[in-house]
């Protein structure tokens, strides 16, 4: 009984676990307050002009970042044909959109190495960790990237894991303040219109005032995204219900199946001289503690489970849903102790010496 109820149990929050993390996954991507209008081209002595705009139509600025545009010249010292050596080639040869500022965004963190927001005599640049792989370089390696033609040396400073899920600008090399300013360069800027006649009226002022600037509508693609991630979040919801369904029946069958063997011990206890109050507490502490070991070891169990699950195959953050969880802890026990209890009434009816007799 307690392998089957743990195991069940471990099957069951594993799925539930998973899902929890999945659905948190779902809403953050998909989430509302996401940007829909992306503007960029945005030239320098544009920024205050397309900023004083989007403010004056009451949208919020939620991200304007510079745009540079560079190559890499040498990693670690070595140029030319060299570079390919040990390295991934694609991430040497492209073309890169960097930045410069002094935060981090709200959709990257640092995962090795220090933030520098100012540069000082070295400029450390912070990498994104999947190019700073492909690159072979780590923390205080040598780079020099190819501005236009103007040489720039820089230190690696630090590591950056990034959500390339999220809609806004993000970047493989992020410049500290003070390098990049007087770079040939221009300006994105992300916002978020309420309906599509605001979408409208912000492209038609755009256009009239600034030409050269092109705007993106993402609306009808967040859309459709958003569509599909809320089907896709019923299906999860669906198959966790009909886990949990699946456990109870699993829960009241395991039980109903160790109804003889408590009907022979009842008897053997009550002909021993046990009464049948006795019996009756013998049978509720039983079930009360099969539930709780079980329930207990294999929630633990799904937590670890739905942790792998999260991190190594849907490779999203693991968000378990504790509450849930937390009632499942108590809801295991209770269930075990009423299933058992009704299904083991006919063993204080029967008398000792039936039970004894079948059981021959």
């Known amino acids: 009984v307690l392998v089957s109820l743990g195991l069940g149990t471990f099957l069951v929050a594993a799925l539930y676990t998973a899902q929890s993390s999945l659905i948190a996954h779902i809403e953050r991507v998909g989430g509302k307050d996401q940007p829909n209008v992306v503007l960029f081209d945005i030239q320098s002595d544009q920024r205050e002009e397309v900023n004083g705009l989007v403010e004056e139509m009451g949208m919020p600025l939620l991200q304007q970042v510079p745009v540079v545009a560079m190559y890499i010249a040498e990693v670690k010292g070595e140029v030319g044909e060299e570079n390919e050596r040990g390295r991934g080639g694609w991430a040497l040869r492209r073309e890169y959109r960097a930045t410069y500022r002094a935060q981090l965004a709200e959709t990257e963190r640092v995962v090795a190495g220090r933030w520098r927001d100012v540069a000082g005599d070295t400029a450390f640049v912070s990498l994104e960790q999947g190019i700073a792989a492909s690159l072979g370089v780590g923390i205080g390696d040598s780079l020099v990237f190819d501005v236009q033609g103007v040489p720039v040396p820089v230190v690696v400073g630090s590591l950056r894991e990034v959500d390339w899920q999220r809609i806004m600008p993000n970047f493989f090399v992020v410049f500290p303040t003070g390098v990049l300013e007087e770079a040939p360069q221009f300006h994105v800027l992300v916002t978020r219109a309420a309906d599509s006649g605001a979408r409208a009226e912000l492209q038609r002022r755009v256009v009239q005032r600034l030409p050269n600037i092109s705007i993106i509508d993402l609306d009808l693609v967040l859309r459709t995204v958003d569509s599909v991630l809320d089907k896709v979040a019923v299906v999860v919801r669906l198959m966790a219900l009909f886990s949990i369904g699946t456990g109870l029946v699993v829960l009241i069958a395991v039980i109903s199946g160790s109804r003889f063997q408590r009907l022979r011990e009842s008897a053997l206890l009550r002909t021993l001289g046990a009464s049948r109050r006795q019996v009756a507490r013998i049978l509720l502490v039983e079930y009360l503690f099969l539930g709780s070991l ?67």
Not at 319 to 330: I, K, N, S
Not at 338 to 359: D, E, K, M, T, W
């Open 294 to 360: 079980s329930g207990a070891t294999g929630l633990l169990l799904a937590l670890v489970g739905g942790w792998g699950l999260a991190r190594f195959v849907f490779e999203v953050t693991f968000a378990p849903a504790l509450v849930p969880l937390g009632l499942a802890l108590v809801g295991l026990p209770a269930i075990t102790v009423l299933v058992g209890v009704v299904g083991s009434r006919s063993v204080h009816a029967a008398s000792p010496l039936q039970v004894l007799r079948r059981a021959d």
